[in-house]
């Protein structure tokens, strides 16, 4: 017997979103706070990666958002 598991895919991008958003905190408070205990390399990584995590998370929902207006058509 075969177990069959459904992705949920629109809780997937929210949480896309969400840890995007607080990668990109975490790497403005980097910058702002100093080289004492995360230095500049790193926070500049953080703010990067977490602006392309919601990125991913926000053309994805556009993306879903486009195919489901074709379907209502």
Do not use: N, P
């Not at 403005?28 to 953080?46: F, N, Q, R, Y």
């Amino acid at each position: 017997m075969a177990l069959l598991m459904k992705i949920d895919t629109k809780g997937a991008r929210e949480d896309f979103r969400k840890v995007g958003l607080t990668l990109i905190g975490a790497g403005v408070a980097g910058i702002l706070i100093g080289e004492d205990k995360v230095t500049t390399l790193e926070a500049l990584l953080m703010l990067v990666s977490g602006t392309v995590v919601w990125i991913v998370g926000v053309v994805q929902r556009v993306k879903d958002a486009d195919s489901k207006a074709q379907e209502e058509r």
